[in-house]
């Protein structure tokens, strides 16, 4: 049960996320706050009696070379418009970062709703480092294929934990992103059926699920957006957006995903909380890599020092150990520790 303080949190932010996300329908706006809103996990920043900014810093866990790191994702972040421009938001990014580093998260995460925001973010260390990757089907000929079909809630709940099974077994078995449990997944249903999007299921002849698709109408009336899609082969993935095209209506899809697609575009921020911690796993996976940095945080003091990489482990120290040292600050660390572009999907945004 909430306490009277957190029950009075919990309505004046809704009222404060309406304002400021007047796209967003009643029915999310409860659907968001009933399913993620947590007051342990929020950040919030009252003047007198009015609540004029907040945030919120949902737990998930994060695939980094395997091993399941403790993210805080952002989101909801907003500043009631007559109090815009006075440096609200930056107070509360900064405790947000401190939070996060008392919580002992390794990273925090956010997805920029406007593209001017990656220049804002990275003066808090953020880094440009997620990338999707798009493709754009056209919708070529008719398909019947009895073999799949559109699932509905009622029917999602009956074969839920088929569907999760599924999911979770192609979903996180990626490495560099985000991973979503049982509750996590029918979350991700219940936002899809709210926004109107359509989800379809591939069987095969054993009545074995053997693809799935996420998809909802596009910015334009002959696109459908596919924001995520999961196929035992690239068969069944064509005849699932072949299908998908059908059931729209419409000409055109746009499939996001991974690493596959024509193009390629930025679509998060990271930040790493805790440096010590990323570099040490890294230098258990690389343990070829042999190098020495000087790292600089001007937001969280544990994170400045020499940390030298070798034979598979990293130390931070105060004073350097060789003479080959670089400098570099929190926002390019990414970059370093990172293979690839890491993958962030089905996060509500």
């Not at 007051?39 to 810093?57: H, R, T, W």
């Not at 070379?65 to 805080?72: G, I, L, P």
């Not at 907003?78 to 107070?91: A, H, N, S």
């Not at 440096?275 to 969280?300: R, S």
Request: charged share 25%; hydrophobic share 35%.
């Amino acid at each position: 049960m909430y306490s009277e303080e957190n029950k009075r949190l919990d309505a004046d932010y809704r009222r404060l996320w309406k304002i400021c996300f007047p796209d967003d329908t009643d029915e999310f706006i409860r659907f968001y706050f009933e399913r993620k809103f947590m007051p342990e996990n929020s950040v919030s920043l009252y003047k007198g009696n009015n609540l004029i900014a907040a945030m919120m810093m949902l737990p998930y866990p994060f695939s980094f070379y395997t091993y399941k790191q403790s993210t805080a994702y952002i989101s909801g972040a907003c500043t009631i418009p007559d109090e815009r421009g006075k440096g609200y938001m930056t107070t509360m990014m900064q405790n947000a970062i401190k939070y996060a580093s008392e919580k002992d998260f390794t990273f925090t995460a956010l997805i920029p709703q406007e593209d001017w925001l990656y220049s804002y973010y990275s003066k808090f260390g953020y880094s440009e480092i997620f990338q999707s990757a798009f493709e754009e089907y056209s919708i070529k000929y008719p398909i019947n294929n009895s073999n799949i079909t559109q699932v509905e809630g009622k029917e999602a709940s009956v074969c839920f934990d088929e569907l999760y099974y599924y999911f979770n077994s192609h979903a996180n078995s990626r490495d560099f992103t985000f991973l979503h449990d049982r509750y996590d997944f029918s979350t991700i249903l219940e936002d899809l059926f709210i926004a109107e999007g359509k989800f379809f299921v591939s069987r095969n002849s054993d009545n074995q699920i053997d693809g799935m698709m996420f998809t909802v109408a596009g910015d334009d009336k002959d696109s459908v957006r596919v924001y995520e899609l999961f196929a035992d082969s690239s068969d069944i993935k064509n005849h699932l957006l072949q299908t998908a095209g059908n059931h729209w209506k419409r000409k055109s899809l746009i499939c996001k995903s991974p690493n596959v697609g024509n193009y390629f575009k930025k679509s998060g921020m990271l930040r790493i909380i805790n440096a010590l911690k990323a570099l040490q796993i890294y230098a258990k996976n690389n343990p070829e890599q042999t190098f020495e940095i000087y790292l600089t945080d001007d937001l969280l003091e544990i994170n400045n020092g020499y940390f030298s990489v070798k034979d598979g482990n990293c130390k931070q120290s105060t004073m350097p150990t060789s003479s080959n040292c670089r400098e570099i600050g929190i926002q390019q660390l990414p970059t370093l520790i990172f293979p690839q572009h890491p993958y962030i999907s089905l996060m509500l945004d």
